[in-house]
T-cell receptor
């Protein structure tokens, strides 16, 4: 079974801090994704990566960056956290670029910026 | 830009009832259509994925259909149980693995 693990279930940080959210998958998936989920706005794609050191912007990349140094790990970075980045963050992975393989999600990180 | 709509936003049914959840999308040039389940405070669990060349997929009591020409997909749940209570999301997949998600339908199955 695919396992996508997000490092924290709950996280509280202060405005202006640099925040790191970590995601690890154990199934050798090429594709990895970061989403945020907000009431009334649904899931929105922040960034995705289809290979080590490769990344592409999603729909809402502003205020975020990502790092993929190893195939199994995809990190989301909030360069200078702001209160409007309080949200549920979800990581996902899938097998192969452009293939008909399902996305597998982690349990999410609920991030609060004070 | 792809838009995905799920109606109704919430649904409450008695246990044992068969039900249908609806998903519509504006751009029929999709790669696949995926249905997920989300329990409160949790991530998404993949239920069914229908490739663009397929019309339906089945898993246990779940059956998902896809009509690309009309921009619609349905998730049929047979003999609903209280354990089916959750939010169900559909996602229209484009190439490169990117997907556009609906806002979900929150299902409550009453014992």
């Amino acid at each position: 079974d695919v396992k996508v693990t997000q490092s924290s279930r709950y996280l509280v940080k202060r405005t202006g801090e640099k925040v790191f959210l970590e995601c690890v998958q154990d199934m050798d998936h090429e594709n990895m994704f970061w989403y945020r989920q907000d009431p009334g706005l649904g899931l929105r794609l922040i960034y995705f990566s289809y290979d080590v050191k490769m990344k592409e912007k999603g729909d809402i990349p502003e205020g975020y960056s990502v790092s993929r140094e190893k195939k199994e790990r995809f990190s989301l970075i909030l360069e200078s956290a702001s209160t409007n980045q309080t949200s549920m963050y979800l990581c996902a992975s899938s097998l192969l670029w452009g293939s008909n393989q399902p996305q597998h999600f982690g349990d999410g990180t609920r991030l609060s910026i004070l | 830009k792809q838009e995905v709509t799920q109606i109704p936003a919430a649904l409450s049914v008695p246990e044992g009832e068969n039900l249908v959840l609806n998903c519509s999308f504006t751009d029929s040039a999709i790669y696949n259509l995926q249905w997920f389940r989300q329990d409160p405070g949790k991530g998404l669990t993949s239920l069914l994925l229908i490739q663009s060349s397929q019309r339906e997929q089945t898993s246990g009591r779940l059956n998902a259909s896809l009509d690309k020409s009309s921009g619609r997909s349905t998730l049929y749940i047979a003999a609903s149980q209280p354990g089916d209570s959750a939010t169900y999301l559909c996602a229209a997949g484009a190439n490169a693995g990117k997907s556009t998600f609906g806002d979900g339908t929150t299902l409550t199955v009453k014992p």
